[in-house]
């Protein structure tokens, strides 16, 4: 039994295969050539942009597939090259490989290996949590940044001429003194892949419509001889297994690919558990991030060691892998063969693929990593939001792929830290039926008379205490009547010991106690109070009271402010706001 779970926590697509249900074959074979017949276009494609030989692409499908199938924990992510990846790693290796073909490609199976190492490190580590790290608008920012990148760099194969520029707005700026250069039988055919590929979408739009435009492309080059109408292809290709490389790792490329290494693990890991939370959540099962950061490193792993470049999860063939039904990881193993059968036996007619054809797949494909409009509409929703998103994007026009990421990562850290140094807060009142709320809008809740309760809603730590410090005199004082108890809701913030927040705690206490105003603290009562004496703070009398909850210690207050009542008006206005606690209480 103990294996059993050891395997189900290593291996839980191998545990998930061992009980295949018979119903789900047919489905799965069907989804599994289909998702083949995507992959194949793309992957050819994207080693196009990844700058290796379009076998590599090949490579980069079949063993991290099988790989993922075995080790992913999500029954419907389909692995594979993709743009952003892809983007991210020519723009890391094409300098250092100073032109020399054979390094470029050992520099991309080493960039790879460490994208893999460096997931298993964050799965050992437990930081699946990185899933969440980079926020929404920061990767909407990102992916519309490197998709205008790949947009701008695929003009050149489109249009037959190259590009002598390197940055994207010097090749935007340049576009017009390129006008003379375009070839016009490679602008034929990319009008030709471009009018098949939205017309297949249109009228067929379960059909591969990327394999039939370059289908169609490479059959009319193979009649007319790409020789004779001078317009580049993907070339002789070599069959069969691939000359076996180590990826080097000496110390000073090591040097050079770390970061870019870390923030690739990084873009993909989240970019693969958005598309594969989505896709779970619609088949109605959970996945884990922890062993999907595992599965990346594997897949990874073998993809370098097969000879190919970073993957990752790609979102248009797990929607091709569900929209024909899909079961189990069965559609990956099912898609590896197919695209085995074709790597090994079937290599002839790629050769005659035009590169213009190929630049057509990916502009098109990088139009769907562009969402302009959900950019747009974040500055209705979110200002904070859409600044981010923005700046993200517009870092990665000016700077580049991997400055416009690495700045990504940081505004995301950045994010993180503001909203938790400088959180929310709320004063909190009671209604008629004596329900504690928050105070804002609600005009039924209202605050009590000589009792100041407040929420800060962010974990107290070392660097938001003097906020936090600074919060609670700032309200008291603002107050419109002079607060004789001050309520600290401690469930919202102490939730963990830190000696500057109990140092922070204590100073606050004596301000307080100068004020002649009663601190309080409501929640977490055993481990408040353990706290609280080990910081060397006093409890109760003459110290700071601490109760259970809001309620308890709302009636305690209470009490003591009717024992130490100057007037009968007071006293009266206690009573009244203790009734009313009592009975929401009971309620």
Known sequence: ?????????????????????????????RAGISVAAVA?????????????????????????????????????????????????????VTPLAAGDAARHWQLVMTMTAMTGFWCLIASRLKLGILADFLSRPILMGLLNGVAITIIVGQLSSVLGFTFTQSGLIERLLAVPSYAAQVHLTTLGISVLTLVVMLLSRYFRPQWPSSLLALAIAALLLWLGGPERLNVAVVGSLNSGLPDFQIPEFPPGLIRELVLPALNLAMVSFVSMMLTARSF??????????DTEFRALGMANIASAFSQ??????????TAVNDANGGKSQL????????????????????????????????????FSLTDFRGLWALHKSDRSAFWLAWVTFISVLLMGV???????????????LRNVMRPTDHLMGMNDDGIVHTMGRNEEVKAITGVLIYRFNSPLTYFNAAYFKRRVLLLLASEPEPAKSVIIDAVACFTHQDISVM???????????????????????????????????????????VYPDLYQALRMTHSYQEHSADSTASSMETDHVT?????????
Not at 512 to 529: D, E, P, S, W, Y
Request: with cysteine; hydrophobic share 55%.
């Open 1 to 29: 039994m103990d294996s059993f779970f050891s395997l189900a926590r290593w291996m839980p697509g191998l545990v998930s295969l061992l009980s295949y249900r018979r119903a789900w074959l047919l489905p799965d074979v």
């Open 503 to 545: 140092t922070m705690v204590g100073e606050l206490h004596k301000e307080l106690k100068r004020k002649g105003v009663h601190m309080v603290m409501a929640g977490r009562r055993g481990q408040m109070t353990q706290w609280l004496k080990q910081a060397g703070i006093r409890v109760g009398e003459e110290g700071i009271f």
């Open 579 to 587: 009734a009313t606690y009592s009975r929401g209480v009971k309620r």
């Open 308 to 317: 190919g470049f970073a993957i990752s999860g790609a979102d248009s063939r």
């Open 40 to 92: 194949l276009p793309v992957a050819i494609a994207y080693a196009e942009l990844t700058g290796v030989g379009a076998i590599v692409g090949l490579y980069s499908c079949i063993l991290p597939m099988i790989v993922y199938a075995l080790f992913g924990s999500s029954r419907q992510l389909i692995m594979g090259p993709d743009a952003a990846t892809c983007a991210v790693i020519a723009a890391v």
């Open 280 to 289: 779970a959540a619609k088949n109605g099962y959970d996945i884990d991030a």
């Open 331 to 366: 559609v990956s193993i099912v898609a590896a063969l197919a695209i085995a059968m074709v790597t090994f036996f079937l290599t002839t007619p790629l050769q005659y693929i035009p590169t213009a054809a190929l630049g057509i797949v990916l502009i098109l494909a990088s």
């Open 402 to 416: 991997i400055p416009g990421i690495a700045l990504a990562v940081l505004l995301g850290l950045f994010q993180f």
